[in-house]
């Protein structure tokens, strides 16, 4: 039968007025079983098919009374929104569900769709130059990731739309009449763009009214083809019911298989959430924490570092480090001995033959801190014959030559009393370059010079660079002076290691080209005795460092030549020195001359106020820029200025500390002015009652006090676990982790020390110099950073045999310790259901 043509001023005649009533209700009763069907099977089609479909519809409309067909579309386009409307709340919370579970797998089922998309895309191209943009799913001005569906069904049942629209498009005449069919397929999408705008403008409402509209626009195809064929099912129709049908089954046997990839997907995400969980909390626990405490040595340092444009590359403590949590159990590990050059004596970050082959000399960078990129697992040896260490006090004066089996210094300073081989003992009479006579003498001679030193009063923690075998600062402990000794590992052969040996405080360091581990204006009095450092050179670089680290009104001591002798190189550096000095606003309080040992000294006091600095007739060395953190401390390259001194009474420095032992238990003036989340002075007060009592609870637990020297804090925070040990003749380093809070400082102000330490490297002491270790929640914050063999392995080489570990963390953390302990044959002498336990370390070594 021949179409008729589709006219506004072509219509039918009022006789078939009984025709078209009768066509309206077969094509209303036709919707109505339609959509029934249609929400049943939640068939979805997106916008650009609803494009197509609205051409299709438009293109094949058979009946003559275009205004009628117009409001009978419209009749049904309104009920379909009412239906929408009122099916809004009651599928609202599913909708939701479907979108947020749908994220994962909407790119895959993007991809399905693109081949189907392609067809409507183009049919609608005209259409889309010509309206507001649509992209995907998103209906109008919505960026894309404002719209999302359920791609288990809206992607699976685009598809089927999607061929519908084909089919219906190919049996009907889709290029009749064109322009007319646009401008209607314009106007109903402006209707739904409104619909759209007047919705509640909430995510899980857009997507909603999509969904329904397209169920609409579906229902309406339905109606169109029954009005054309009058009620009855051609041929045609029955294959395409076929068809549709065929393609539901597998659109349902692919949403199963989507929701059960989706379920495994789920589960696999599930179990690694499972496996990350317990890190992720220590994370946020460790992050929340040093949020609420001041900022740490890490954070201070990287800042300072990006100040100086630095690279990151100077530590190594990112290289060495993992993000990895998961260590091998104790009980697989196979030890081994290390085989490095230095053999029993090895200190990985100072004994880098790999980058010693390559280092700069000029500034000692060959002597400073190289850790090797994977931190050792290896262990170090025991030197051949070598006994439990001689106890305190005898140790001040002689120890086992098999322990520290060097003999060079005995040669080359035995003239000097540095120290002496004496049949199976090396001794030590207590002399050195300074003071042959004795370190006591000395140590007297100082305190006449300057009564304001005041030994074990004022001046109660110090510095002395250059400490050859310790001698200084082992026999300082008579006057209640705590002496922070530092050498290098240079060719004074293992000076550090006897000092170490003899009970007395000392690192591996030198005065190269970074900082020195420690915080600004801690210590009271900083001593250089023959200490062979050029403080005059580099614009006074490295005594500008020992002006960061010395308190404001504390005194500098110089014994050296330069001082005391006339010869014309001594006489120039003394000009340079003086200069230097009275640049930096230090006050030369006097220069005395030692006629028992025949040297001399100088005693600078450094300025208590910044009015100097703003007075000298030039500005060098310059001062630091206001930016310039000087307690940044971790890897931080030397800079040649000076910071401000504190301009109020209530910064810490601008006072100086109660006298020896008052300032032990007092609470520092600048901690009360404490910002809110910072340690205040009940953190401090409760700190010091934790630890009280730690002496008896280690005693019951197997310590013998006779037996321990020293003792180090790994994780130190106030201080208040080396306070406690006050009594006992032991002394404490303090280590301030780099991730935690920065409170090194107040350490220093009780009339302690300690230092800097990122426990994801080696420390900078030799093997076997400690009795006994304390970790306090150590290894539990280490295991989000670093994997714990290799801590081990480092806690194994520092430790003395028949040395202890004292650990208190999470039981997790305390049981996995406790395994790698144990291959290493170390005894567990006590364990308590909180988390505390206690090892020995034994004389075991691999293949012995």
Request: hydrophobic letters at 30%.
């Amino acid at each position: 039968m021949a179409l008729p043509n589709k006219s506004r001023n072509n219509r039918r005649p009022s006789s078939t007025t009984s025709y078209t009533s009768t066509l309206t209700t077969l094509v209303f009763i036709a919707l109505c079983v339609l959509g029934v069907w249609m929400l049943s099977s939640n068939s979805v089609v997106s916008p650009k098919t609803r494009s197509a479909i609205d051409n299709t519809n438009s293109a094949n409309d058979f009946s003559s009374n275009d205004d009628q067909n117009d409001q009978t579309t419209s009749t049904n386009n309104d009920d379909n929104n009412n239906n929408n409307i009122n099916s809004d709340d009651s599928t609202k919370s599913d909708t939701t569900t479907n979108i947020i579970n749908s994220d994962d797998s909407t790119s895959d089922t993007t991809t399905n769709n693109n081949a189907d998309e392609s067809t409507s895309e183009t049919n609608t191209k005209s259409q889309d130059q010509k309206e507001t943009p649509v992209f995907g799913d998103n209906p109008g001005n919505l960026p894309d990731d404002a719209i999302k569906t359920d791609d288990g069904n809206n992607a699976v049942n685009t598809n089927n739309n999607d061929q519908q629209g084909k089919i219906s498009f190919t049996q009907k005449h889709k290029q009749e009449n064109s322009n007319n069919d646009h401008k209607n397929a314009v106007s109903e999408k402006d209707e739904q763009s409104t619909q759209v705008s007047e919705a509640d403008n909430n995510h899980k409402d857009v997507v909603e009214d999509e969904n329904q509209n397209a169920k609409g626009g579906q229902q309406d195809v339905q109606s169109f083809d029954n009005d054309n064929n009058q009620g009855s099912k051609s041929n045609e129709d029955e294959v395409n019911e076929q068809q549709l049908k065929e393609e539901k089954g597998e659109n349902e046997n692919m949403e199963k298989e989507q929701k059960k990839k989706s379920k495994e997907k789920d589960n696999e995400s599930q179990v690694e959430t499972q496996k990350k969980a317990k890190p992720e909390k220590r994370r946020k626990s460790a992050k929340k924490e040093a949020k609420k405490q001041w900022s740490t040595q890490a954070d201070e340092s990287r800042g300072e570092k990006e100040r100086q444009n630095i690279n990151e590359s100077g530590s190594s403590s990112s290289s060495s480090s993992s993000s990895s949590v998961d260590d091998q159990e104790g009980q697989d590990l196979k030890w081994s001995i290390c085989k490095v050059t230095a053999d029993a004596d090895y200190i990985p970050c100072l004994d880098n033959e790999k980058y010693l082959k390559t280092s700069h000399r000029k500034h000692y960078e060959h002597r400073e801190r190289h850790c090797p990129e994977d931190a050792p697992t290896c262990l170090v040896s025991l030197p051949k014959g070598y006994k439990t260490p001689v106890p305190w006090p005898g140790s001040r004066d002689k120890i086992w030559y098999h322990n520290v089996p060097h003999i060079k210094l005995a040669e080359v300073k035995g003239h000097q009393n540095w120290v002496k081989l004496t049949g199976e003992f090396l001794t030590f009479p207590g002399g050195g370059t300074q003071f042959i006579h004795g370190a006591l003498h000395y140590i007297d001679f100082l305190q006449k010079a300057e009564p304001g030193i005041a030994w074990g009063k004022h001046t109660r923690v110090i510095l002395d660079v250059g400490c050859g075998v310790g001698s200084f600062g082992g026999y300082l402990f008579e006057r209640d002076v705590l002496a922070m000794s530092f050498a290098p590992k240079d060719e004074h052969e293992a000076q550090v290691q006897f000092g170490l040996e003899r009970g007395i405080p000392a690192i591996s360091a030198v005065m190269g080209t970074q900082r020195l581990q420690f915080p600004s204006r801690v210590f009271d009095l900083i001593h250089c005795a023959r200490c062979r450092v050029p403080w005059h050179e580099d614009g006074g670089l490295l005594l500008l460092e020992l002006n960061r680290v010395l308190r404001p009104g504390g005194y500098f001591v110089w014994s050296a030549t330069p001082v005391y002798q006339t010869l014309d190189e001594d006489v120039e550096i003394w000009k340079q020195m003086t200069s230097l000095t009275k640049s930096m606003c230090w006050d030369l309080v006097t220069i005395k001359n030692d006629t028992l040992n025949q040297v001399g000294a100088a005693f600078f006091r450094k300025t208590t106020s910044n009015e100097c600095y703003e007075q000298r007739d030039k500005s060098q060395p310059p001062m630091c820029k206001d930016d310039d953190d000087p307690n940044a401390a971790w890897y931080v390259p030397l800079q040649a200025c000076m910071h401000k001194l504190p301009a109020d009474k209530t910064e810490r420095g601008a006072k100086w500390p109660d006298v020896w032992p008052n300032r032990l238990q007092k609470v520092p003036y600048w901690l009360n002015n404490a910002e809110d989340g910072k340690p205040s002075s009940k953190d401090f007060a409760t700190d010091s009652e934790r630890w009280k009592n730690v002496v008896d609870e280690l005693t019951n637990m197997g310590v013998g006090w006779s037996n321990v020297r020293n003792v180090m804090d790994m994780r130190a925070v106030y201080g208040g676990f080396a306070a406690a040990l006050k009594d006992l003749p032991v002394w404490v380093f303090n280590v301030v982790n780099v991730d935690a809070a920065d409170t090194l400082p107040i350490i220093y102000e009780r009339g302690l020390i300690g230092i800097y330490h990122d426990w994801c490297e080696s420390f900078s002491t030799y093997p076997r110099t400690y009795d006994l270790l304390h970790a306090d929640h150590l290894f539990s914050n280490l295991k989000t950073r670093c994997k714990l063999v290799p801590v081990i392995a480092e806690v194994d080489r520092i430790v003395r045999p028949g040395g202890h570990l004292i650990i208190r963390d999470e039981p997790s953390a305390t049981d996995e310790v406790e395994n790698l302990l144990k291959s290493l044959n170390w005894e567990i002498t006590s364990k308590t259901q909180e988390g505390v336990l206690s090892a020995k370390k034994g004389y075991w070594r691999p293949n012995s």
